[in-house]
């Protein structure tokens, strides 16, 4: 063994001694990813201009009338003017603080649902997972545009209906998820070990076996998050969406009207808006399942 | 575990999800919603006369009575009567089920066949060009709104191009096409999208097990082991990816049904949804979840006759 070691060149010894985590593999492909990181670029810009609309410091003057009504598309105006005379591109822009905020909302709520009973039926087994088990069942039955709309109902319309009706109907998937992963991970020695030298549920739970399921909480986060973004639209459509502010949701519901007198400008600027987030997030989604699923790993 | 009792065991599961689904249903609908009889009566109503009403509607009853009510319209599908149209609701079901399936069942089989070829297509060159290129097109698809698809397609091919009915339904058999045509069209594009992604990862998944390395070594061809051996052993999570989707088949299209004016169950819904008919929208989510619960039995039986390896653990 000394031998072979001391014939191998200094950077080559490196990888022998040195092996790498989960998280570091994951990270070294996604970076040689060049489709992720452009994914990865296009929500931070997105991100970035969520937060600097969220701040008034861009598109704060969406409201001002730049122009007459349904203005085609020009240089002074990229994507024209709405029904009253509004820049559309603004509006765009605008509707991106909209858009993310629904979906990081939607997502974490999701998240945490999801993980938190996932995580305790899968633990306790028994009756707390019957009775969760049941539950999730229960409530995946019902078709999630009837829930949507009982919650507006409960909740008035408004930006906090959309968020809780959004994030309160898409956590299943992830719980469901969770609950198989944490039932395979339970009986596990690291865990008996963690038990052993007298870590309790908490602990084991917590500390121990969430480390290793996290990579389906942040697949399932890039998912949902998009899933959000796509369904701002529906609500809309329905009329339980955002009020009062530009969102791209409103934009497109606005088209069914505009588009039989040609005014496609806003449909086309609301739709392509989308577009690059809703696959960034998509692209991003599959990128980290290849880079974080053990199973898929040298295919 | 002998598959009878299995199957026996799967159907008594499906009384306390049933009644777990009337109870989500009747808190929302009966419990923590906006009094029904004041969107009924408006603002003007007096206290009587919603008291009156409510006494009508039976509203004033106990909770469990209610309750009971609301179990009871899942077994028997007597859901009381519309508030807005005074119509029978199981009489409107029946009269938009056959609309809907006119437009759910082309558009079903149109896409899967689609789909799963493309998808074999696209496994034949994993890896290749024509695949990493097919898989981008669909993300992308998958990427735009659906009612994007809807607004677009009603308004160039429709009413631009003139090519297809803009809105409107006839009953009877060869009547019903062209009004159906062009939605069939905008189903297929958005669900081959995601249909294509999910058959890929199923094919993939198979094409990576030891049978298939297998087969190789023994001299078989490519071909030969996609459609014999693939196919075959894929053929399990299409089946219940396929069954579960056809409750959503009977509940109809929502946005499709309602844009182009199909007088399906989808278009009731929507209906019901914007002018708060509240029996209409708990019949709809009953009947859904009821036909939900139905056809996971059937695909959890179907999976265990299927394949011996669930019968065996």
């Known amino acids: 063994m000394e031998t072979i070691q001391a014939t191998l060149p200094a950077a080559q010894q490196e990888t022998v001694?040195?092996?790498?985590?989960?998280?570091?593999?994951?990270?070294?492909s996604l970076i040689k990813d060049k489709m992720?990181?452009?994914?990865?670029?296009?929500?931070?810009?997105?991100?970035?201009?969520?937060?600097?609309?969220?701040?008034?410091?861009?598109?704060?003057?969406w409201a001002v009338e730049v122009g007459t009504s349904y203005e085609a598309p020009s240089w002074s105006h990229i994507f024209g003017t709405d029904i009253f005379g509004r820049s559309v591109l603004a509006k765009t822009i605008k509707g991106a603080e909209i858009a993310m905020s629904i979906g990081l909302s939607t997502a974490i709520l999701s998240m945490i649902i999801g993980v938190f009973f996932g995580a305790i039926a899968g633990y306790f087994g028994g009756k707390v997972d019957e009775i969760i088990v049941w539950f999730y069942t229960t409530f995946s039955s019902i078709p999630s545009i009837m829930l949507l709309v009982s919650?507006?109902?409960?909740?008035?319309?408004?930006?906090l209906a959309v968020y809780l009706a959004l994030g309160l109907t898409s956590w299943v998937s992830l719980c469901r998820l969770i609950r198989g992963e944490v039932i395979r991970h339970k009986d596990r020695e690291y865990v008996q070990a963690a038990g052993a030298i007298g870590g309790g549920h908490a602990r084991k739970l917590f500390i121990h076996i969430l480390p290793n399921v996290l990579h389906i909480v942040i697949i399932n986060f890039s998912l949902q998050f998009q899933i959000a973004i796509k369904s701002e639209v529906i609500l809309s459509y329905l009329g339980l969406g955002v009020q009062g502010r530009p969102?791209?949701?409103?934009?497109?519901?606005?088209?069914?009207?505009?588009?039989?007198?040609?005014?496609?400008?806003?449909?086309?600027?609301?739709?392509?808006?989308m577009l690059f987030i809703v696959l960034a997030f998509n692209l991003l989604g599959d990128a980290l399942r290849d880079a974080l699923d053990p199973k898929l790993k040298g295919k | 575990m002998n598959i009878y009792i299995y199957i026996f065991r799967r159907l008594l599961y499906v009384i306390p999800v049933l009644l777990g689904v009337c109870l989500i249903i009747y808190v929302l609908f009966n419990l923590v919603s906006p009094d029904p009889t004041m969107i009924m009566l408006g603002k003007h109503a007096t206290?009587?006369?919603?008291?009156?009403?409510?006494?009508?509607l039976g509203l004033d009853r106990s909770w469990l009575l209610q309750y009971f009510d609301v179990v009871k319209s899942a077994f028997t599908f007597d859901f009381g009567r519309s508030y807005s149209t005074k119509q029978l609701i199981s009489e409107m079901i029946m009269?938009?089920?056959?609309?809907?399936?006119?437009?759910?069942?082309?558009?079903?089989?149109?896409?899967?066949?689609?789909?799963?070829?493309?998808?074999?297509?696209?496994s034949f060159y994993r890896g290749k060009f024509l695949d990493k290129s097919i898989v981008f097109l669909c993300v992308t698809m998958v990427s735009i709104s659906s009612l994007a698809y809807i607004l677009f397609g009603q308004w160039f091919f429709a009413y631009k191009l003139g090519v297809f009915e803009i809105s409107g339904y006839e009953y009877g058999f060869p009547y019903f096409i062209p009004y159906v045509l062009l939605p069939i069209l905008i189903w297929v594009l958005l669900s081959v999208g995601p249909d294509v992604r999910f058959y890929r990862t199923i094919i993939l998944d198979e094409i990576y097990q030891d049978y298939v390395r297998t087969a190789r070594a023994k001299g078989l061809g490519e071909t030969t082991i996609l459609f014999k051996h693939v196919l075959k052993n894929a053929m399990i999570p299409i089946i219940t990816y396929l069954v579960i989707q056809i409750p959503f088949l009977i509940l109809g299209a929502l946005l499709l049904e309602s844009f182009f004016g199909i007088p399906g169950l989808g278009g009731i819904t929507l209906t019901a949804i914007n002018s708060s008919d509240f029996p209409v929208i708990k019949a709809m989510a009953i009947l859904s979840a009821v036909a939900y619960i139905i056809f996971s039995v059937i695909t959890d039986v179907l999976y265990t006759l299927v394949d011996p390896r669930v019968r065996l653990s």
């Open chain 2, 95 to 122: 009269q938009g089920a056959i609309p809907s399936l006119t437009l759910t069942i082309p558009g079903f089989v149109l896409a899967t066949m689609i789909a799963i070829s493309i998808s074999l297509l696209v």
């Open chain 1, 17 to 28: 001694q040195k092996s790498k985590s989960l998280w570091q593999h994951a990270f070294g």
């Open chain 2, 47 to 56: 206290a009587e006369q919603m008291a009156e009403l409510r006494h009508e």
């Open chain 1, 36 to 61: 992720a990181l452009t994914a990865l670029l296009v929500v931070v810009i997105y991100a970035v201009v969520a937060i600097l609309t969220g701040l008034g410091l861009v598109a704060g003057d």
């Open chain 1, 151 to 159: 919650i507006t109902f409960i909740l008035g319309k408004g930006l």
């Open chain 1, 247 to 273: 969102s791209w949701g409103t934009m497109i519901d606005d088209a069914k009207l505009e588009l039989a007198r040609g005014v496609w400008w806003q449909l086309a600027a609301a739709t392509l808006a």
